[in-house]
């Protein structure tokens, strides 16, 4: 697989990933900020990070796992599936219940002792979540990238029906099956137009799984990479849950990185607790715009991985480094054009928030960096993944949560909501630097730093410009396509040898 296949299969998974999360952006973000108070909001941007935390804490990186050991020749491909799942499915009913058992005690610890609906329909969203992320993982590394579209897509438009169902006609209704609409409850709906979809998403993916390994269990798999005559085992989960632990660590990290800036505002900005909420609700406001770019991170990672992956195959010392340089350096040359657009059409792009969230976008600038460093540092950590030092991934996402955490309390007395968002900017290029560093010395590829940062360079330029002399739609779309031009003046001669590099033959790749 060349850097060509690695785009088809980034815009493959874009549509499971980007227009999911766009149509959510679209459709969700401008009713949710409007029919909320910023309080309300700022509730679910703390549940958030309570539910990404737990749902990386109980995956345990299960899925990476299939990815590391499934794509090898001395395992069976089925068999780590089911021992991964086993393990998740496991984790889940013990924490889970427990969870349930416990909601009035557990709602009382995060705060919220007067609505233990809160964690019940949480804990449903993320045993669902959690119990799909192998079989999602699967399809992935069996590219089936339609089959992985169709399940999210149909779950995100479940999730959007509901959403304006539970929102917006039953208040007008009054009732809906029997039951009155309770104003006070709003989270909770909203909770569950997340976990309702989940359940049914892992439905169709536990059918699919039984369909396709219990009750055709002779058939071979359509990858070839996958279909193993000479093994029909997996590791012992100890060595799987070695490899994953570390990952688990930096997983956890990441979650807390990227959304602790509404729980760090809740707990240590000073104010009462409604003041807080209030500007809890405007930061999260703020992570609404900034995730335009964590959609491209986040489906040019799901591509990027088990591609990864696959390039690198058994014998690291044959793996061709220049496609990862390459797929570093488009993701590059993208992230800052989206980082620059952004900024550049924030007048018209902030509509899509409530007028009275809007308070907060003072923070954008830092997101977007922060979000763009993000994905600079997933491209370097491939180095500790391919070559099983996953303790520096955990060791660099330590790092990295220590100076988001240490930065964002410290300085929000002073800086406030800036204090957070800075943090996550310094946390981002701290963690970048690091896996930077592990993959020289270990796993040595010559990434194009100097391009990126003149990439940087340029575009801050360009956007700093267009902020300060040009306010006209017109113009903005004129500066960005200047902005464009530029940068493919500068990588004309890349961009050519990228589009002209021969194939290769071997169909593992």
């Not at 399809?139 to 779950?155: I, P, S």
């Not at 350096?329 to 620059?340: H, Q, S, T």
């Not at 923070?363 to 370097?380: I, K, Q, R, T």
Request: glycine letters at 8%; aromatic letters at 14%.
């Amino acid at each position: 697989m060349s850097l060509k296949k690695l785009g088809g299969e980034t815009i493959i998974y874009g549509l499971a990933n980007i227009l999911p999360r766009l149509l959510t952006f679209v459709l969700v973000t401008p009713f949710l900020t409007r029919a909320m108070v910023s309080e309300d909001y700022g509730v679910v941007g703390v549940l958030f990070m309570y539910i990404g935390l737990l749902t990386a804490l109980l995956v345990f990186r299960m899925d990476t796992v299939v990815f590391r050991f499934a794509s090898r020749a001395e395992h069976d491909a089925r068999a780590v599936f089911v021992r991964a799942q086993t393990f998740v499915v496991a984790v889940v009913i013990v924490v889970v219940g427990l969870g349930l058992l416990l909601s009035n005690q557990v709602a009382d610890w995060i705060h919220y002792p007067d609505r233990p609906s809160y964690v019940v329909v949480f804990l449903l969203a993320v045993a669902f979540d959690c119990l799909s992320a192998v079989p999602l993982a699967r399809l992935r590394l069996e590219r089936r990238a339609w089959l992985f579209v169709a399940v999210n897509l149909g779950a995100t438009l479940l999730s959007l029906a509901l959403l304006y169902l539970l929102l917006d006609f039953w208040p007008d209704w009054g009732t809906l099956l029997g039951l009155v609409y309770d104003p006070n409850y709003q989270v909770t709906y909203y909770l569950a137009t997340i976990a309702i979809p989940a359940a049914l998403r892992y439905l169709v993916l536990l059918l699919d799984g039984l369909y396709r390994y219990r009750l055709r269990p002779a058939k071979r798999l359509g990858n070839e990479l996958l279909a193993k005559d000479n093994a029909g085992h997996a590791p012992v989960l100890r060595r799987m849950l070695i490899y994953s632990a570390p990952l688990t660590l930096v997983g956890v990290a990441g979650i807390f990185n990227a959304l602790s800036g509404p729980y760090i505002i809740q707990e240590f900005m000073g104010g009462t607790t409604t003041e807080n909420l209030y500007w809890s609700g405007q930061f999260s406001a703020a992570l609404k715009l900034a995730v335009i770019l964590n959609l491209f991170v986040t489906a040019f990672n799901y591509a990027a991985e088990p591609f990864f992956f696959r390039q690198a195959g058994n014998d690291l010392d044959k793996a061709d480094k220049q496609i990862f340089a390459d797929a570093t350096r488009a993701y590059a040359l993208v992230g800052v054009l989206a980082c620059a657009g952004i900024m550049i059409f924030l007048p018209w792009l902030k509509v899509f928030i409530g007028d009275d969230l809007q308070e907060g976008l003072v923070v954008l600038p830092f997101l977007l960096a922060g979000n763009f460093c993000f994905g600079l540092y997933s491209n370097f950590s491939i180095a500790y993944k391919l070559t099983d030092k996953t303790y520096l991934g955990g060791a660099i996402a330590l790092a990295g949560s220590l100076v988001c955490a240490g930065v964002g309390i410290f300085f929000i007395g002073a800086y406030g909501i800036i204090a957070p968002a800075a943090a996550m900017f310094a946390c981002y290029l701290l963690m970048c630097a690091l896996a930077w560093g592990v993959t020289w010395r270990y796993f040595p590829v010559a990434y194009p730093i100097g391009r990126i940062v003149v990439y940087v360079m340029v575009s801050c330029a360009v956007v700093y410009g267009a902020l300060s002399q040009v306010q006209g739609f017109v113009g903005r779309i004129a500066v960005f396509l200047g902005l464009l031009a530029i940068l493919g003046w500068l990588e004309k001669n890349w961009l050519r040898s990228v589009l002209r590099r021969k194939q290769p033959t071997n169909p593992a790749q």
